[in-house]
């Protein structure tokens, strides 16, 4: 009788620790849709149906606030999205939260009105994912410079917007739920782009009878649009963070054309914002490729039609995916190396298996290329940037100008 009571008492302990568990959210997310100098999203994964609050308070105060979220739904999963938009913080200021059913404190911080008392640290990259462990290496590597936030310029989870595939975006949040929160808790907030493998065929153009509406983008990126809340739709957007930076995320005709509507929409966006110091230009096919042809159509298009915009309106730095290597190029003003010219970096090789690269000598306009898995930590301070580049081993590979500030 003995033996069969402590079977009892260890299958209900068993049976609470599942309850428990399965009110944890199963990944998180912080991200921002407005002034991130104010405000945060919260997005939170889990099988409760009914709105959910979430406690923040401002770090160093005994009492929480609660806030409520909305339940969004999860693409070909029972999982859904709750989601809390906190607005009203105040600027350059330490939050800590909970998420429901569980007594772990995370904080995150907003960003600084200004940049004339102290700088701000950005890691970039882009196609994260090709395997899991790729991914969460360099997240690792990421979360030890303690960055402000992260940019991912596409190509998360390679979900490719299939049902099938909806693994690989769990293991994508459950990567940035355990690899991309600093030694103390802070949650890394990170702002995204769309790529070819977020999209049904890749590409807008896959699609017979496209139409350049909310309901078609959503029909063939389904997880972009309903995990990621920035950019949104239509899938390209600006984040102001304060007057002192403008990052313009644009989408290389993947659920939308580069023709027509988006260009019209870039050079009006950079038009209004030539007072702001730096103006970031975040997107998936190269300009400049390191890896694939310089003439194939989507690269052309975006040297044709935007490249020609971010020079008139004194972009200095952009950043492209795509390739899976590394690469800077040149300064380049008018298709030439020039000075006065905008550097583009990146290529996209976060977490994945690493590309042969174009003979670096014979390339005009690549100043460096390499074959490995790397990021780029930029710095911007007052009116001044500078970046190094980093591999998922932790070694610098590279660094523009040519003294880094991390060396």
Same mark, same amino acid.
């Given at each position: ?36 100098? @104010? ?43 709750? !989601? *809390? ?166 989408? @290389? ?25 730096? !103006? ?11 890896? !694939?042809?310089?003439?194939?159509? @989507? ?55 690493? !590309? ?12 460096? *290329? ?35 500030? *991390?060396?």
């Amino acid at each position: 009788m003995k033996k069969l009571k402590i079977i009892v008492f260890a299958i209900a302990l068993f049976s609470c620790g599942l309850a428990l568990g399965q009110n944890e959210p199963h990944a998180f997310y912080l991200t921002w849709q407005e002034d991130p100098t @104010t405000t945060i999203t919260i997005d939170w994964h889990t099988d409760e149906t009914a709105s959910s609050e979430i406690n923040i308070r401002r770090k160093g105060l005994d009492e929480w606030s609660k806030v409520e979220s909305d339940v969004l739904p999860y693409p070909f999963s029972e999982r859904l999205v709750h !989601r *809390a938009s906190i607005k009203n913080l105040r600027p350059e200021t330490s939050y800590e939260i909970k998420f429901p059913g569980s007594e772990e404190v995370y904080y995150f911080n907003t960003l600084p009105l200004s940049l004339d008392k102290r700088s701000l640290k950005i890691a970039i990259g882009g196609d994260s994912m090709h395997r899991k462990e790729w991914l969460e290496k360099t997240n690792k590597v990421v979360a030890s410079y303690e960055p402000d936030f992260i940019i991912i310029g596409g190509d998360m989870a390679y979900e490719n917007g299939l049902a099938d595939n909806v693994e690989r975006i769990y293991d994508f949040f459950d990567s940035y739920k355990n690899t991309l929160v600093t030694a103390d808790n802070r949650i890394l907030p990170c702002i995204v782009a769309v790529g070819n493998h977020e999209v049904v065929g890749g590409y807008h153009t896959k699609h017979n009878g496209y139409e350049q509406t909310d309901a078609f983008r959503s029909r063939i990126a389904p997880y972009f649009y309903a995990l990621f809340p920035f950019p949104g739709q239509p899938g390209y957007n600006v984040l102001d963070v304060g007057t002192y930076l403008s990052l313009i995320i644009l989408d @290389t005709e993947h659920s939308n054309p580069i023709l027509g509507v988006q260009t019209e929409w870039l050079e009006k966006t950079l038009a209004e914002r030539k007072h702001v110091l730096h !103006r970031i230009p975040v997107y998936h096919v190269p300009a400049y490729p390191s890896v !694939r042809k310089y003439e194939d159509n @989507t690269q052309t298009l975006v040297r044709e039609n935007w490249v020609p915009i971010f020079e008139k309106n004194g972009i200095k730095l952009a950043f492209e995916n795509h390739d899976h290597a590394y690469k800077r190029t040149f300064p380049i003003l008018d298709g030439e190396v020039n000075q006065g010219g905008i550097v583009y970096v990146g290529d996209g090789s976060w977490g994945t298996e690493p !590309r042969e690269i174009h003979d670096v000598a014979s390339t005009w306009y690549l100043k460096n *290329a390499q074959s490995i898995n790397a990021f780029t930590l930029l710095t911007l301070e007052g009116s001044q940037f500078s970046l190094v580049s980093i591999d998922s081993d932790g070694n610098i590979i590279d660094s523009f100008p040519e003294n880094p500030l *991390a060396k």
